[in-house]
């Protein structure tokens, strides 16, 4: 039996949880650090869907993986998750790409990214 995970995760939610995990400060401008609260509501990425900002200072544009290893990327926030649970599970990146739809190679090159920002923070 398939279970379609994905789907089963509200995106809203999927973004509150990266926000406490990614920004635990609270998002802010990645150039001047002003709080988000000081950014305009720009537009919304195509793809993933992710609310971008113009921080009302310094004209930096952001949204939710700026600064993170998906920053660039168009993975929708419930696949960031997926992806963060599989990796932590030490899921393969041949399954997990089979059941998130998302290239095996793409998952190798992430897990490469977080694992060496995982030792990059490492004392
Ligand atoms: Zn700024």
Known sequence: M?????????????Q???????HPQGLSCPKC????SEA???R???????QVYRCKHCESIYNL???TVFA?????????VLILRGVCQG???AQLGRELGISRQTILSIRRKLQSSAEAIQP
């Open 40 to 42: 305009r509501k720009f």
């Open 16 to 22: 509150a949880w990266m926000l406490n995990h990614f």
């Open 2 to 14: 398939d279970f379609p995970i994905q789907s089963l995760i509200d995106e809203e939610q999927a």
């Open 65 to 67: 993986y700026t600064g």
């Open 72 to 80: 660039g990327t168009q993975f929708r926030p419930s696949q960031v």
């Open 33 to 36: 650090q002003a709080s988000v």
């Open 44 to 50: 919304k990425t195509e793809t993933s869907g992710l």
């Open 91 to 93: 899921v393969s990146s």
